[in-house]
């Protein structure tokens, strides 16, 4: 299981370089406008400075994508990632082509799986959000299993290759449920754990 660690929840900025010594496999910036979820997160100048080369996987929760493509562009991100619900989809899937970032979808909880798979063809992961975006700390929903499977199964059945990421509430408790998952994204579990490496080890399936 591939391991994102979330920096929605580090109150200092300096910690990322702590969270990159234990080699996730991706640091995952959470981007957040007080529109499309009521939190803001660090504006990109305040946190560009802690970023080095390392493989980031971007997930914007806005409601205008592209102005937050065009900063955090400059990162190299290996993924930027946005929500379905913010509409435009095919626009903003063709501007990260364009830009040759790979195409990340997130899912709500209450949006039906469905609307997603008329752009599983042109995508290159799928993000379950498995708690309401916006805030750290919340329990999984167990319903997201169900999504999960589904677009495990669709993607067997329709030769597809996107990678199956999921988001919130993700720990040593709700790790076994996610089997059919290519990678999981934890936050709070990680960050705030005292044994770190022990933690991703849980996460990534080594322990």
Not at 124 to 152: A, C, H, R, T, W
Not at 171 to 187: A, F, H, P, R, W
């Amino acid at each position: 299981m591939k391991t994102s660690v979330s920096i929605l929840s580090l109150k200092e900025k300096d910690r990322i370089k702590e969270i990159e010594s234990y080699k996730p496999d991706y640091i995952h910036i959470d981007v957040m406008d007080g529109l499309f979820v009521p939190n803001v997160s660090f504006p990109y100048h305040e946190i560009k400075p802690y970023l080095n080369s390392y493989n980031y996987d971007v997930h914007l929760m806005v409601q205008d994508p592209i102005k937050y493509i065009d900063c955090f562009k400059n990162i190299d991100p290996k993924y930027i990632t946005f929500h379905i619900e913010v509409g435009n989809t095919l626009d903003y899937i063709n501007y990260l082509k364009d830009l040759n970032i790979k195409v990340g979808l997130a899912i709500n909880p209450k949006t039906d799986i469905k609307e997603l798979y008329p752009y599983l063809d042109k995508v290159d992961l799928v993000l379950v959000m498995s708690v309401e975006p916006g805030l750290g700390g919340q329990e999984f929903i167990m319903n997201s299993i169900d999504k999960i499977n589904d677009l495990y199964n669709y993607r067997l059945n329709n030769n597809l290759n996107f990678i199956i990421s999921v988001d919130g509430g993700v720990n040593d408790l709700t790790i076994k449920y996610l089997k059919e998952c290519d990678m999981v994204v934890s936050g709070s579990y990680v960050v705030l754990n005292e044994n770190i490496k022990h933690a991703l080890d849980i996460l990534r399936g080594v322990e």
